[in-house]
């Protein structure tokens, strides 16, 4: 048995929750794979896997031995790069995933001044609103705009923060009146955006405090383009990203409401696996991002 070979395989079972998936992704057949972790167990003398016919989830002995596996493999892996010398090189394929809205409007430029100073290197940019598995989906770099992040598993940077602005067309509020309160707001056409951690309710903070409001809610999408679009045209009432507002409204196309309220900002946050943390094109991207968000000032 090679014992590097099984502690990878091992690994990516894990990390993907599938033997189909990890003999897929290293180019081995399943069966292959399935004969590394029992080589593995027997190596061990100790059951790593537990296994039923709809889950696989890790034994008390597979929990630690998972643990120092993935800090070995890192260890060698960065070993073998800084003596072939390849530490410092910024090449080879970056996979990203970021939100549709904010890697059109945000991220684009920044990721084609990046590739401009590292011509080696390849991206490969998945753009969905939906928070993603990092680890499953293979992505080097999640970029991910939300309030508070839950997965412990990942290591997070956060890189700026964006603000919530509540706004409609100057039509809208022609024809509907403009909310001077926020209870004011029930009696308006309201646009949500469906992958918000409270979906259909805003917590406002104004000169008295906290108030949270549900919204009758005339339109609903996932994406804060389609959202920017419907309020554009008058539709009602909604809640955009500042990368969006903030041009429209030094346009005249959008007006704040109730500017005396403010939603809680939003955190830009860098998302990506352990066994990332030591790869140099994982590394420079960070660090030019969080450079790049400063000069945008977010």
Known sequence: MDLLSAMRS??????????????????????????????????????????????MSLSENGRAYFSEC???????????????????????????????????????????????????????????????????????????????????????????DIGQVICAAPAYLADNGTPATVADLKSHHCLTYRLADQPGSWRLEGPDGAVMIDLPARFVADNSLMLSEMIQAGIGIGVLPSFIATPLLAEGKLCQVLPGHKLA????????????LLLPKVKAFTEFLASEMRQAGL
């Open 265 to 276: 900002e939003r955190g830009i946050y860098a998302v990506y696996p352990t066994n990332r």
């Open 70 to 160: 993935c800090r070995l493999l890192d260890e060698l892996d960065h070993l073998e790069r800084t003596t072939s010398g390849e530490a410092g090189e910024i090449n080879g394929r970056l996979r990203l995933n970021a939100p549709l809205s904010f890697g059109l409007t945000v991220l684009a430029p920044m990721l084609a001044r990046f590739m401009t100073l590292h011509p080696q290197l390849k991206v490969d940019m998945t753009l969905d609103d939906h928070v993603l598995n990092v680890v499953s989906e293979g992505f080097d770099v999640s970029i991910r705009v939300r309030a508070a992040l839950t997965d412990s598993s990942l290591i997070a940077r956060r890189l700026g």
């Open 10 to 55: 091992f690994r990516r079972v894990i990390e993907l929750q599938s033997f189909n998936k990890a003999a897929e992704e290293l180019g081995q057949s399943n069966a292959s794979i399935s004969k590394q972790v029992r080589q593995l167990e027997e190596r061990l003398g100790a059951v790593l896997i537990v296994r039923t016919t709809r889950r």
